[in-house]
C-alpha cells in the first residue's frame, strides 16, 4: 500500500466547477506539499502545511493531522487549472518527498 | 535569489549508451539534493538525494548512479542506459531543515 493515497485519479469538470481533491496518507508528517504539473513537466509548488488551511487566489489547501487528511480546492475552476495535481509529504526535515500517485485534472470550457 | 538549472531539457540516447545528466544550483550553500524520475504513467520516484558533497543515499537499486563533486551539483550517470530508463528526471533542492523543496524544469530522457 501506497503511503500516500490521492482520489481521485482522474477528473474531468466543466469550466466554472468547484473541485475537491483529496490525499490520505498513512505516516507521521513534518509537512505536506501540494504541487501542479504541466503537461510539458515542469513542477510547481502550490503549497506547503503542516497545520489548518491556506489559500492563494483561487485555490484553497486543507489539513487535518489527526485524520492524516488534505484536500485541495480549486474554487470557479478554468481550463488553464488543467494538470496534473500531486500531494507529497515530508517525514522530518532533510528527507525526500514521499509522492501519490497524482490527480489528473481536465477543465473543459 | 535562488535558482536551480538542469540539462538537458531533452534527451534521445540508445540502449546501451551512457547518460550523464546534470543539476546545479545558485544562490545558496549547502543545499540538500535530490534526483527524481516520472516514468511514463507513473507517480514521481525518488531516485537519490545528498545532504553534502560526497554522500549520496540510493533509494531504488538499479543502473543509475549519483555523485556531487561540488556543494550545489548533482550528477545523475548511467553506463548503460535500459529502455526503462526512460522518462522525466527532475532535480529538486531543499535547504537544511527547511520542509520546502524547489523543482528544476526536469530533463525529458527517451531510451530508444
Known amino acids: 500500500k501506497n503511503e500516500v493515497e490521492q482520489s481521485p485519479q482522474n477528473l474531468t469538470a466543466q469550466e466554472g466547477e468547484f473541485i475537491t481533491i483529496n490525499c490520505s496518507y498513512s505516516?507521521?508528517?513534518?509537512?505536506l506539499h501540494w504541487l501542479q504539473q504541466h503537461p510539458g513537466g515542469g513542477i510547481v509548488s502550490l503549497f506547503m502545511?503542516?497545520?489548518g488551511k491556506k489559500k492563494h487566489g483561487r485555490l484553497i489547501a486543507t489539513i487535518n493531522i489527526q485524520e492524516k487528511h488534505s484536500s485541495l480546492h480549486i474554487t470557479a475552476s478554468h481550463p488553464r487549472d488543467s494538470a496534473v495535481y500531486i500531494c507529497?509529504?515530508?517525514?522530518?526535515?532533510?528527507?525526500?518527498?514521499?509522492f501519490g500517485k497524482g490527480t489528473r485534472l481536465s477543465v473543459i470550457a | 535569489s535562488q535558482t536551480i538549472h538542469q540539462w538537458p531539457a531533452t534527451l534521445v540516447q540508445p540502449v546501451g549508451s551512457p547518460l550523464s545528466l546534470e543539476c546545479t544550483v545558485e544562490?545558496?550553500?549547502?543545499?540538500?539534493l535530490y534526483w527524481y524520475r516520472q516514468a511514463a504513467g507513473r507517480g514521481l520516484q525518488l531516485l537519490f538525494y545528498?545532504?553534502?558533497?560526497?554522500?549520496i543515499s540510493s533509494e531504488v537499486p538499479q543502473n543509475l548512479s549519483a555523485s556531487r563533486p561540488q556543494d550545489r551539483q548533482f550528477i545523475l550517470s548511467s553506463k548503460k542506459l535500459l529502455l526503462s530508463d526512460s522518462g522525466f528526471y527532475l532535480c529538486?533542492?531543499?535547504?537544511?531543515?527547511?520542509?520546502?523543496?524547489?523543482f528544476g524544469p526536469g530533463t525529458r530522457l527517451t531510451v530508444t
Open positions: 529538486a533542492w531543499s535547504h537544511g531543515s527547511s520542509y520546502e523543496q524547489y
Open positions: 505516516v507521521g508528517i513534518s509537512a
Open positions: 502545511l503542516s497545520s
Open positions: 507529497a509529504v515530508l517525514t522530518s526535515g532533510n528527507t525526500p518527498l514521499v
Open positions: 544562490g545558496t550553500s549547502n543545499p540538500n
Open positions: 545528498s545532504v553534502g558533497i560526497g554522500q
